[in-house]
């Protein structure tokens, strides 16, 4: 339930317009509570197809290991130049659920390689998205 002996919340922000992710763990933290965010935002383009002041590059990203007793649950994760919520490696204890991931540039969920055991994915709108709504890649255990 701890990082350095704090509780982790992220809860109701609205997180929009970073050149890279909307958040980032880059260890895994057990306990972690993302929820009630608003992630990403259409944004403006213009004739070069710049856009700014909307999308991140990824809304969540997630980094290898054990999320025992996490959740990312009841966020709008929408418009966001790549996925909605990426793990480039294996997450385990993790509960994704009653999100929004809509309008995203790939996928929904992204995960790419490795052990997700005891990561639980339901309840979730997933929709309109560039490609998979769930992307599982080779190798996932």
């Known amino acids: 339930d701890h990082l350095g002996g704090m509780i982790v919340r992220i809860i109701d922000n609205t997180i929009y317009g ?15 509570t993302i929820t009630g965010n608003d ?6 383009s213009n004739p070069w197809g710049y856009v ?22 009841n ?9 909605a919520i ?12 009653g999100n929004a991931l809509i309008l995203n540039g790939t996928h929904g969920i992204e995960f ?4 997700f055991t005891g ?9 309109s998205n560039g490609a998979d709504g769930i992307s599982l890649g080779a190798g996932i255990g």
């Open 86 to 97: 990426y793990a480039p490696g294996g997450v385990t204890g993790l509960d994704i659920a």
């Open 119 to 127: 990561t639980a994915v339901h309840d979730n709108v997933i929709r």
């Open 75 to 83: 966020n709008i994760i929408a418009h966001n130049l790549r996925s």
């Open 112 to 115: 790419v390689t490795g052990d």
């Open 18 to 32: 970073n050149s890279a992710f909307g958040i980032e763990t880059v260890a895994p933290v057990s306990g972690l």
């Open 52 to 73: 700014s002041d909307g999308p991140n590059a990824h809304g969540i990203v997630l980094a290898p290991g054990d999320y025992d007793g996490s959740s990312i649950s």
């Open 39 to 44: 992630i990403g935002r259409q944004g403006t």
